[in-house]
């Protein structure tokens, strides 16, 4: 059975699961936290707003570390951003077509997304996919 995980999600709304994805990480309103148990199911889903919607990537990283995110779904994202979430040992998956949250964190929980750590790409830059992943 595979680990639980905390799975962040950038969110255009605080609308839960049913919230659409925003597709720049560091100007997400907010981020959709989501507890997955070892299958796959959600246990538990809170919303937290983003503390600096205007671009402040350090305070980002610093929210999803400080609330132990395990891996974060993104459609793309900036090489800084993507450095400072790596270093802090967080798993970042690409994901260009799911619409909402729930979506995206079922395609991780299956197995369908692509780590970017993992994927030989340019990693993209602010809601763009990486080079390979289009």
Not at 31 to 57: K, Q, T
Not at 118 to 125: L, Y
Request: glycine share 14%; net charge neutral.
């Amino acid at each position: 059975m595979a680990a639980r995980r905390r799975v962040a999600v950038p969110s255009e709304v605080s609308g839960g699961l049913g919230a659409a994805r925003s597709r720049h990480v560091g100007r997400a309103p907010a981020f959709a936290l989501v507890e997955v148990a070892g299958d796959g199911s959600i246990d538990a889903i809170r919303v937290l707003r983003n503390p600096s919607p205007e671009g402040g990537h350090g305070l980002v990283a610093s929210l999803l570390v400080g609330e132990a995110v395990t891996d974060l779904v993104v459609a793309g994202i900036g090489e800084g951003m993507r450095a400072r979430l790596e270093q802090s040992g967080i798993r970042i998956w690409h994901d260009g077509r799911s619409a909402t949250v729930e979506d995206a964190v079922r395609s991780l929980a299956a197995g369908v997304l692509v780590r970017l750590a993992d994927a030989d790409a340019d990693p993209g830059s602010h809601g763009r996919p990486p080079a390979s992943l289009n």
